[in-house]
């Protein structure tokens, strides 16, 4: 009777661990949620290092930019290192309307053999009620010196269209495919000035060797000051089905003002306009190996 009672207690037990396990990822469509998984996704990996974490928060076709895009599951399984050394907290966030994904960004410190300084940037997607990590990567910089705003954008509204096939979800993703040609084509006749048709007031840009550039003027000095021409290679385009907002990820070819030439991996987040073109809200690059 004992024996049987204890099986109950170790099994309730079990069962509230799993339940809050799924209750740390839980997706309601808000912003608030979304940073809710990305901060619980830190403490597993504080706790229990960084296998563990990644295989309980990253979905199935999850990337990692180990500088290269690769499997999450596959990295963190086989050679990832298995760390509790790194810790981070977002500071910017956005869900789309449609609630079915989002994106956090923000500071991120290493205390390995020697501390690293640099910015994390997530990609999360719901899947049946839970947050689940899509794509992570970073770019790295000196110890931090400006001040930090934290900002938490929630939806303005929510709206999943119902019944949405795969054919429509393509359609839509090839407007956002046509809008990043188009930029591409301009970055080719006019250089980096190109940019400023295409990216938001409030544009966040993440460089290695820098700490965030936040707005447009800030983006454009920055583009103007060090780049000629940048080539976009676009690998993957996924449409929020509320039409909100897309993210792109892709090669990047800088050619530098210093006649050098270097590769990045490059994540774009588009956000649709009230004209109905998409804007640059995000740019992450991060250098590719090849």
Request: net charge positive; with cysteine.
């Given at each position: 009777?004992?024996?049987?009672?204890?099986?109950?207690?170790?099994?309730?037990?079990?069962?509230?661990?799993?339940?809050?396990?799924?209750?740390?990822?839980?997706?309601d469509?808000?912003?608030?949620?979304?940073?809710?998984?990305?901060?619980?996704?830190?403490?597993?990996?504080?706790?229990?290092?960084?296998?563990?974490?990644?295989?309980?928060?990253?979905?199935?076709?999850?990337?990692?930019f180990?500088?290269?895009?690769?499997?999450?599951?596959?990295?963190?399984?086989?050679?990832?290192?298995?760390?509790?050394?790194?810790?981070?907290?977002?500071?910017?966030?956005?869900?789309?309307?449609s609630?079915?994904?989002?994106?956090?960004?923000?500071?991120?410190?290493?205390?390995?053999?020697?501390?690293?300084?640099?910015?994390?940037?997530?990609?999360?997607?719901?899947?049946?009620?839970?947050?689940?990590?899509?794509?992570?990567?970073?770019?790295?910089?000196?110890?931090?010196?400006?001040?930090?705003?934290?900002?938490?954008?929630?939806?303005?509204?929510?709206?999943?269209?119902?019944?949405?096939?795969?054919?429509?979800?393509?359609?839509?993703?090839?407007?956002?495919?046509?809008?990043?040609?188009?930029?591409?084509?301009?970055?080719?006749?006019?250089?980096?000035?190109?940019?400023?048709?295409?990216?938001?007031?409030?544009?966040?840009?993440?460089?290695?060797?820098?700490?965030?550039?936040?707005?447009?003027?800030?983006?454009?000095?920055?583009?103007?000051s060090?780049?000629s021409?940048?080539?976009?290679?676009?690998?993957?385009?996924?449409?929020?089905?509320?039409?909100?907002?897309?993210?792109?990820?892709?090669?990047a070819?800088?050619?530098?003002?210093?006649?050098?030439?270097?590769?990045?991996?490059?994540?774009?987040?588009?956000?649709?306009?009230?004209?109905?073109n998409?804007?640059?809200?995000?740019?992450?690059f991060?250098?590719?190996?090849?």
């Open positions: 009777m004992k024996h049987s009672k204890m099986n109950k207690i170790l099994c309730t037990l079990v069962a509230a661990s799993m339940s809050m396990a799924g209750y740390a990822q839980k997706s469509g808000t912003t608030k949620s979304l940073v809710k998984a990305e901060l619980d996704f830190a403490e597993k990996l504080a706790k229990t290092g960084a296998k563990t974490a990644y295989a309980t928060y990253a979905a199935n076709d999850a990337l990692v180990r500088p290269n895009p690769v499997s999450a599951k596959t990295y963190y399984a086989t050679k990832g290192e298995d760390t509790k050394d790194i810790s981070w907290k977002p500071v910017y966030a956005r869900v789309s309307r609630g079915d994904w989002g994106f956090t960004t923000g500071p991120y410190v290493y205390s390995g053999q020697q501390t690293t300084y640099g910015q994390y940037f997530s990609v999360w997607k719901a899947v049946d009620g839970k947050w689940e990590l899509m794509l992570d990567l970073g770019t790295e910089h000196n110890k931090p010196l400006n001040k930090v705003t934290t900002e938490f954008i929630e939806p303005k509204d929510h709206y999943k269209p119902q019944l949405l096939n795969d054919k429509q979800r393509e359609a839509g993703a090839s407007i956002v495919a046509t809008t990043e040609s188009t930029l591409n084509a301009t970055l080719k006749s006019y250089g980096v000035s190109a940019f400023a048709g295409f990216i938001n007031p409030d544009v966040r840009i993440l460089f290695p060797g820098y700490e965030p550039i936040l707005g447009k003027d800030k983006a454009m000095a920055f583009f103007n060090m780049m021409k940048v080539n976009l290679k676009t690998t993957k385009v996924n449409k929020a089905d509320g039409g909100d907002l897309a993210y792109t990820y892709g090669l070819a800088v050619d530098y003002k210093a006649e050098l030439r270097e590769s990045f991996n490059y994540v774009f987040v588009y956000e649709r306009q009230a004209d109905h998409w804007n640059l809200i995000a740019m992450v991060t250098p590719a190996e090849r």
